[in-house]
């Protein structure tokens, strides 16, 4: 290899302009790589110590201890284990698998900074009503806590709840009723379990229906108590049969025998939300579930397994409408 | 800054390098986990090792079909010389195997090396790193040459090995670095056989290696084709009209002895070699798809956005380096576009010494700027495309970076050269290099053992790239913290789920006596306790845990600067 030919001799006044621009290109760079120093400075090092978490989880728990039922949420995912690791509180079900956050009467956002809203999810959890002013802000270290209120907003049934506490869920396919309680249910055709699963990238906690594709499967939930409307979410578990754009599933919801909504949901829809109106007051409700085709295809042709399951949650809500 | 280094100088601070380079992987990466594909290629080493060893005992029955097809069959969708490699090395300096804990057993037969310098694994990434500080050196070498000094060569060097992501695949038992360095040492014989028959001979046997390594090698002759048509239509004095000059020497050595000495180095292909290098082929076209995340999004299935190389590239390495790489590139292809006016001269030149076919070119022909940005632009075009299958993460492209590299050392020259400082400022060369550097630098060191997380400083380093939605890490090493904490638990059977740590991993740690005693691979249902590597795609293995564990809150996390990389969830 050779050595690039040395400047040519020019007179000062050509070689004045070239000159100039080298030294203040130098300059730039010199600069630049300045500005990254102060950048990994900033980047290379933890900022969220054990003493920081600890401060956090003592102001969590004295906010608890007034307010037990407050939904409690940390603004980035990414944080989630150590999250859960340092504050008993975000192991909740209901703070590591938020449905949304239509109906919560009271709940906190904790983030690093900055605007809670910022972050997409919580966006998507909130709905397309006007985004809520924090009724508190309230700085823990590194960490801020923004305390949110709806007024009138309330859950006045929880289908996750009622199967958690042993109400009375009767769950049945065409053979009849399917046994079990407590949230595993042994169908003729399959399974419905309460399990934690990942629709569109999030954790959800619903009931997984595990079963053979095209069989019917039917939630009773005798004298449910309704507020102005039903509101819940359905989506498909398993991202790699999710990509290939399998059979939706069918979802008809009746109120005292009325059929009150059909709805066809398809695994491209991620967490799908629907919402029906309903009268106020004890009710009877039935939900049917009909997974289109539960298995999934692949390189050796239909695989009739059912890895792919549609999973519910359902809620009766009052108040904090659009 | 203008005067060119001495010769000798240069060669002794590149071995410097070379040999720093080298010692700091083969010290710094025994703290650094198995990745999950060096799991299979230990497997595979240590096969191809064993039938080097019956080359050497016994030649007449290694060599014959049956035992070659057995001992090259496992893992032969890549080619065997870094295994091969490898497996020689760990015969030579392997630490003798650690007697296996009680329930537990080698499923191979246990390392003993002639001479016990390394840990097994060690000794099998030791071919890998060797080939990081020859590349290192080689950077030194070309570097001061384009960049027409010292400090330029160690810009080079720097450059490449210090950042974070190069410095962690270098000292891996994989092929992504081995081939980067394989792909500038053709380049720079290629270069030199434009000009000079002897590399033209050697060229072939070069790319023959390069290709024995990786298969990132193959397209390496159709840029090389590209850059010479353009440096024959351009060179004067009726060049492009000699059709012997089409077909060079050098060509023809890469056309006959490239695939020669390639097929030579792997002995898997001597016994049907046509169906077997169909397969092969057909292997690398119709590749699974990796998982990537990218700005907040999984990508499962082509096409990728066309910006993610770029995106990924400017996230990972420092900017002051790609801003020296991009002005290196428009300085070297300004020089190429003004070389016709430079060398007019040589049309007379062509008359009284007449054009070589073994060397076709004059040294200013060359058109560097074009070789290098071909060379530097190729991989992450390549991975732009949309019919291409996702494969994901940097180490697809590191083989751009030696001639970013280069590229950076040229605008090094060029800058400093032209500024013409006076007398006084003579040390700012040296400092503004270390300023250069640090970035860089600070990164790898910061990061390490976890390099394969980390991200440049104005993304933000993990901690930014969390929050953007890039992707926290793969392959699932992320654990020699872990491995300390299953110790502690104190429990004379655990049954673990292992997630991304590949099983073969498991039992590399096993042989080399660094995995817990009593701790057992299973599956979620069956586990007591579970490892998490975060990927956005993986969360349904982390809601299996949490099911099935009856807990959500993990015993013990990996973090780099806040960002969890590993989760171990002990049930109770």
């Known amino acids: ?322 | 800054m203008s005067q060119a280094p001495a010769r000798r100088r240069v060669a002794l601070v590149a071995a410097l390098v070379g040999a720093l380079t080298t010692l700091l992987l083969v010290r710094g990466h025994q703290g650094v986990g198995y990745v999950r594909d060096e799991g299979i290629y230990f497997v595979a080493s240590r096969s191809y090792g064993a039938w080097a060893a019956r080359l050497v005992k016994e030649p007449g029955v290694a060599m014959t079909a049956r035992e070659r097809d057995r001992a090259f069959a496992v893992n032969h969708e890549h080619p065997a010389l870094m295994k091969l490699a490898a497996g020689v090395s760990a015969r030579l300096l392997a630490e003798p195997s650690a007697t296996p804990p009680p329930g537990e057993a080698l499923r191979e037969p246990p390392a003993d090396g002639v001479v016990h310098l390394l840990p097994e694994g060690a000794a099998m990434r030791l071919p890998a790193q060797v080939l990081a500080g020859l590349g290192a050196a080689l950077l030194v070498v070309a570097g001061a040459s384009l960049g027409g000094s010292l400090l330029a060569g160690l810009l080079a060097a720097g450059w490449f090995v210090l950042l974070p992501r190069v410095w962690f695949n270098a000292g891996l038992h994989c092929f992504d670095v081995p081939v980067a360095v394989a792909a500038l040492a053709v380049a720079l014989a290629y270069r030199a056989a434009l000009v000079d028959r002897r590399w033209a001979l050697a060229l072939g046997p070069i790319l023959g290696v390069a290709i024995a390594i990786k298969h990132n090698a193959l397209f390496l002759p159709l840029l090389f084709g590209l850059h010479y048509a353009v440096c024959l239509l351009r060179a004067p004095g009726g060049a492009r009209r000699q059709l012997r000059l089409w077909l060079p020497l050098g060509v023809v050595s890469v056309a006959v002895v490239a695939p020669l000495v390639a097929v030579a180095l792997w002995p898997w292909l001597w016994s049907s070699p046509l169906a077997r290098l169909q397969e092969y082929f057909a292997f690398h076209r119709l590749h699974a798809y990796y998982n990537t995340e990218f700005l907040g999004t999984n990508y499962n299935q082509p096409p990728l956005p066309e910006s993610y190389p770029l995106v990924l590239t400017w996230a990972t390495v420092p900017s002051v380096l790609l801003a020296l790489a991009l002005i290196g590139l428009g300085v070297a292809l300004w020089r190429d576009l003004t070389l016709r006016t430079a060398s007019a001269s040589t049309a007379a030149d062509d008359a009284a010494a007449p054009r070589r076919w073994s060397a076709p070119l004059r040294p200013e022909e060359r058109h560097d700027g074009l070789l290098l940005a071909l060379l530097a632009a190729f991989p992450l075009a390549l991975i732009a495309a949309p019919s291409v299958p996702i494969f994901g993460g940097t180490k697809h492209w590191l083989t751009a970076y030696p001639f970013l590299a280069l590229a950076a050392a040229i605008a090094w020259g060029a800058l400093w050269r032209r500024a013409a400082l006076p007398r006084r400022w003579r040390h700012a060369p040296a400092i503004a290099l270390l300023l250069v550097l640090v970035p860089s630098a600070w990164s790898t060191i910061h990061s390490h053992p976890y390099g394969l997380s980390q991200y440049a400083p104005l993304a933000g380093g993990a901690r930014g790239a969390a929050e953007r939605g890039l992707m926290r890490g793969f392959w699932g090493h992320a654990v020699a913290p872990l491995r300390t904490t299953l110790g502690e638990l104190d429990r004379p059977r655990l049954r673990l789920y292992l997630h991304d740590l590949h099983q073969l991993s498991r039992e590399q740690y096993l042989r080399e006596g660094r995995w817990p005693a009593g701790v057992e691979a299973a599956s979620p249902r069956q586990a007591d306790a579970g490892l998490l590597f975060y990927e956005r795609h993986m969360l349904t293995y982390e809601l299996e845990l949490w099911n099935d564990l009856g807990t959500a809150a993990p015993r013990a996390i990996v973090e780099l600067d806040d960002v969890p990389l590993t989760s171990l969830y002990v049930g109770d």
């Open chain 1, 1 to 322: 290899m050779s050595a690039p030919r040395a400047p040519e001799a020019a007179p000062a006044a050509r070689l004045a302009r070239p000159t100039r621009l080298a030294r203040v290109a130098l300059a730039l760079l010199l600069g630049l790589a300045a500005v990254e120093w102060a950048a990994a400075a900033r980047a290379y090092r933890a900022t969220l110590t054990p003493a920081a978490w600890a401060a956090l989880d003592a102001r969590v728990a004295a906010l608890l201890a007034d307010s037990p039922d407050e939904l409690l949420l940390l603004a980035d995912p990414w944080l989630g284990p150590r999250g859960r690791q340092a504050i008993a509180a975000l192991t909740d079900p209901r703070a590591l698998a938020p449905h949304d956050l239509h109906g919560a009467p009271r709940f906190t956002i904790i983030t690093r900074g900055g605007d809670p809203w910022a972050r997409a999810w919580l966006r998507e959890a909130w709905g397309a009503r006007p985004l809520p002013r924090a009724a508190e802000v309230l700085d823990v270290g590194p960490f801020t806590l923004h305390r949110f209120e709806v007024a009138a907003a309330a859950v006045t049934f929880d289908l996750l709840a009622a199967v958690d506490a042993g109400a009375a869920v009767q769950v049945s396919d065409e053979r009849g009723r399917c046994r079990g309680r407590g949230g595993v249910y042994t169908c003729a055709f399959g399974q419905v379990l309460r399990e934690y699963v990942e629709i569109a990238y999030r954790p959800r906690r619903c009931l997984a229906f595990a079963v053979e594709g095209g069989v019917p499967i039917r939630l009773d939930l005798p004298r449910a108590a309704l507020g102005e409307r039903l509101r819940g979410h359905l989506g498909f578990t398993d991202y790699n049969a999710r990509i290939r754009g399998d059979a939706p599933a069918r979802v008809e919801i009746a109120v005292d025998g009325r059929r009150r909504a059909a709805l066809t949901i398809s695994d491209r829809q991620g967490w799908a939300a629907f919402e029906v109106a309903t009268p106020p007051g004890a009710h009877d409700v039935s939900v049917t579930v009909t997974p289109g085709l539960s298995g999934t295809w692949g390189d050796g042709g239909y695989d009739s397994r059912p890895t792919r399951r549609p999973c519910l949650e359902l809620r009766a809500l009052t108040g904090g409408a659009p």
